[in-house]
């Protein structure tokens, strides 16, 4: 498992440059401003960590990982668990992993970017 510890390295595995491959957010809500580019990054980052492997939503049989957080912490999200056991959706998601040892270690390396990204501030 390649160890990518930042957004730069993710997009510096993938050939980004991480001054372009964010998006605009200027003219968005302040209060969303933080939390799409923080999106933007994980997805970046999320693809770097799972080296070329895509997910088949057509295959249910195929694990899909998500780091897990418990919100109701009062400082923000708290890495807790990650399994696929109780998430069901019919909706392909660009954060999911490979493999469990990944979502937990995206959940929490990049715990900051989460927060950012699920708490509206």
């Given at each position: 498992?390649?160890?990518?510890?930042?957004?730069?390295?993710?997009?510096?595995?993938?050939?980004?440059?991480?001054?372009?491959?964010?998006?605009?957010?200027?003219?968005?809500?302040?209060?969303?401003?933080?939390?799409?580019?923080?999106?933007?990054?994980?997805?970046?980052?999320?693809?770097?960590?799972?080296?070329?492997?895509?997910?088949?939503?057509?295959?249910?049989?195929?694990?899909?990982?998500?780091?897990?957080?418990?919100?109701?912490?009062?400082?923000?999200?708290?890495?807790?668990?990650?399994?696929?056991?109780?998430?069901?959706?019919?909706?392909?998601?660009?954060?999911?992993?490979?493999?469990?040892?990944?979502?937990?270690?995206?959940?929490?390396?990049?715990?900051?970017?989460?927060?950012?990204?699920f708490v509206?501030q």
């Open positions: 498992m390649a160890k990518i510890k930042t957004f730069e390295q993710a997009c510096k595995k993938l050939g980004y440059d991480p001054e372009k491959v964010l998006p605009k957010v200027g003219t968005m809500p302040k209060h969303h401003q933080d939390a799409t580019v923080a999106h933007a990054k994980l997805v970046i980052i999320t693809e770097a960590l799972n080296d070329g492997w895509k997910p088949n939503w057509k295959d249910s049989s195929e694990w899909k990982y998500y780091p897990w957080f418990d919100m109701s912490s009062p400082s923000g999200p708290a890495y807790d668990v990650c399994d696929d056991w109780c998430s069901l959706s019919n909706v392909g998601s660009r954060l999911c992993f490979k493999s469990e040892e990944l979502a937990e270690y995206a959940g929490k390396q990049f715990q900051k970017l989460y927060r950012q990204y509206l």
